[in-house]
T-cell receptor, first 113, second 118 residues
Framework: GESVGLHLPTLSVQEGDNSIINCAYS??????FIWYKQESGKGPQFIID?????DKRQGQRVTVLLNKTVKHLSLQIAATQPGDSAVYFCAEYLKAAGNKLTFGGGTRVLVKP | EAQVTQNPRYLITVTGKKLTVTCSQN?????MSWYRQDPGLGLRQIYY???????DKGDVPEGYKVSRKEKRNFPLILESPSPNQTSLYFCASSPNPRSSGGSFTEAFFGQGTRLTVV
């Protein structure tokens, strides 16, 4: 598969534990913030988004928290599974710029059995 | 099946030899974009298009061209590739936000094209 990041921060987590991935963003004007998952050899895949006027949103096994005061975004994955092993990117979404996504550098999550 | 298709998946070429990476989507999306992905830098937008015959520069457009003659296709053109364009390239498409009442519309990514310029 493709190597998408040779020097990425890595989070090692035991299967069944919860994972927390953090991200700092820069543009306060962003309309939404999104988390993407990228598995080896594939393109980024949408996980969950949160509108800029919200501070929490829950999906299936995932929760995104947005702290606009410190420009911080986090993704919590409950009961991490081997299939969660991937690189995770946060992205800022700006509708006015052609649905532009500005991505962070990514975090590699390794799930240990 | 709804998808974004890029070709080729892998390409090795020499400096200065013009090449085109094709991108096609079957979801009738208005918006399409090209990104490049480099280690530790995430994905950076090269060009985007908000509709047929409407294209605009992203963050790293130098050395690239695009065209949008029809809705489904958005080719990326490297007129004179250089080694610093060695990268992993992704095409993405998404609906116009107007279709969702102005809300976020998810971008669908292709499988990627690994380009090596020697």
């Amino acid at each position: 598969g493709e190597s998408v990041g040779l020097h990425l921060p890595t989070l090692s987590v035991q299967e069944g534990d919860n994972s927390i991935i953090n991200c700092a963003y820069s543009n306060s004007a962003s309309d939404y913030f999104i988390w993407y998952k990228q598995e080896s050899g594939k393109g980024p895949q949408f996980i969950i988004d949160i509108r800029s006027n919200m501070d929490k949103r829950q999906g299936q096994r995932v929760t995104v928290l947005l702290n606009k005061t410190v420009k911080h975004l986090s993704l919590q994955i409950a009961a991490t599974q081997p299939g969660d092993s991937a690189v995770y990117f946060c992205a800022e979404y700006l509708k006015a710029a052609g649905n532009k996504l500005t991505f962070g550098g990514g975090t590699r999550v390794l799930v240990k059995p | 099946e709804a998808q974004v298709t890029q070709n080729p998946r892998y390409l090795i070429t020499v400096t200065g030899k013009k090449l085109t990476v094709t991108c096609s989507q079957n979801m009738n999306h208005e918006y399409m974009s090209w990104y490049r992905q480099d280690p530790g830098l995430g994905l950076r937008q090269i060009y985007y298009s908000m509709n047929v015959e409407v294209t605009d520069k992203g963050d790293v457009p130098e050395g690239y061209k695009v065209s949008r003659k029809e809705k489904r296709n958005f080719p990326l053109i490297l007129e004179s590739p250089s080694p610093n364009q060695t990268s992993l390239y992704f095409c993405a498409s998404s609906p116009n936000p107007r279709s969702s009442g102005g809300s976020f519309t998810e971008a669908f990514f292709g499988q990627g094209t690994r380009l090596t310029v020697v």
